[in-house]
């Protein structure tokens, strides 16, 4: 990434003369490193636990050398790259350590994917090896498989005791990203990423270097990878569970203490069904949610009750970490009548219009961002990162508008607009009202084509009251919003209808695809 090799570089410039200080010449904390001093001062503490394991940092550890013996002898360097294809075990995370102990790169694959896109993935990334669980090996070739072909590669494996020293850059991941179209592009997260999106984690979200953390969210993606990694890095325990298991989630909630309970928009409304039925206890939670902007704003007072935990109002990317906006939080049994959003102060950000200049406040605009968490760029994309970093602040896609109090308020992203005779409309701006109502479950608004206006908006909505009708919903629309920005059109389904990706946002176009 242009500025923070700018910055290194400044930092390392040696003037006539003058010495460098020992820090400044060799930074070399990485993932690996930190997770090493953790297993040396916390041997038997519990490091990491799902339904079938439960390895100490001392076992961990020494697993984690093996492995690492493991791939160095198959040929993996520094800079080559391990595929995993897999869904959510405790093995998954000792493949990122063991990557990071010498230097290779895990690119973390989807197994939702087709087989041509993921096909595009692997290609894209060339792997040295491919690591599988047994019901996705036959998905690739030649794959070292999860169960006993592991173990006794493990343990065959000659172990290497001590992470080696690399620059804080070097990638440690590649997390696939997909924007509303095109094959998903690679993003590049250094070590130095991790180790600062941790650190800005804790000191904004007051999370405690032991709190456990909940891994149910897919490990190929940010949610479950980088806190996970985050937590391992400061001597909690990670409790992975495969997948949203509600039963299982409550049972860890009610027996140990959790930093941050990650809760995804489309499981919000059920898990606290859930805790209702149960009379669950939670031991202790302090924080819950991710995307607030995506749950209706009557089941984030009712989550945070039940969890006794305020919820995360925060808006950032795989790209970015936590930041830009991640420095809110809605408190404990709050109905919010808006969701304006603060700044973290570990980032800088700009709003800017389609040619770059900044815009007034109240005045919509990308939000363009730059700071110690972001991401390195795309894996063999120069074109797309050297596009998103132009200027040099990275583009986010993302519209907002600042408030007079310095507040952000989320409107859409950048590429997905409804043109309506000559107006813009951003779908979230009408999913927020409909949202508002309590009889509605998940709405998400797509543009039709329209003869007369181009493209008009149709509303997708999940109802929990069948008297609720299309007339009233259209009606709370033309109250709150311009005339041209009502849906045309409501379309009832069922919440399971909802599309969504593995992080929980409705797939729009999947949505547009049934109204043709």
Known sequence: ??????????????????????AMRDPRSTVASLFASRARERTGAPAVVDDRVAWSYGELAGRVQHLAGYLRARGVAAGDRVAVLSKNRAEYLEVFLACGWIGAIVACQSWRLADPELAHCLDLVGPRIVVASSDQ????????????????????????????????????????????????????????????????MRAELGIAPTDGYVAWSPLYHMGGA???LATLMTGGTVFVVDGFDGERLVSIIEAEPIGWLLLMPGMVGRFADLLEARGTRPRGIKLCGVMADLVPPADLARITRLLGAPYANTFGATETGNPPASSNLIPVGVVPARLSKEQSPFCEVRLVDEAGRDVPDGQPGELWMRGPTLFSGYWNAPEATAEVFAGGWFHMGDVFVRNPDGTL????????????????????EIERVLLADPRVAEAAVVRARDERWGEVPVA?????????????????????????KKPREVVFIDYDQFPRSASGKVLRHELERRLK
């Open 226 to 228: 980088e806190y996970s």
């Open 460 to 484: 997708f909505v999940a109802r929990t009251d069948e008297a609720l009708t299309a007339a009233a919903l259209i009606d709370a629309c033309k109250q709150q919003l311009a005339g041209y």
């Open 1 to 22: 990434m242009g500025y923070i090799a700018f910055l290194r570089d400044s930092l390392l410039a040696r003037r006539p003369g003058e010495a460098h200080c020992l």
């Open 409 to 428: 308020d989320f409107v859409d992203r950048r590429k997905y607009l409804i043109k309506s005779g000559g107006e813009n409309i951003y779908p979230a």
């Open 137 to 200: 090996a036959h998905r690739v070739s030649a794959p070292l498989v999860f169960g006993p072909e592991y173990e006794a590669a493990l343990a065959g494996a000659a172990p290497v005791r001590e992470p080696v020293a690399l620059d804080p850059e070097a990638p440690l991941l590649v997390l696939y990203t997909s924007g509303t179209t095109g094959l998903p592009k690679g993003a590049v997260i250094s070590h130095r990423a991790e180790i600062v999106r941790n650190l800005v």
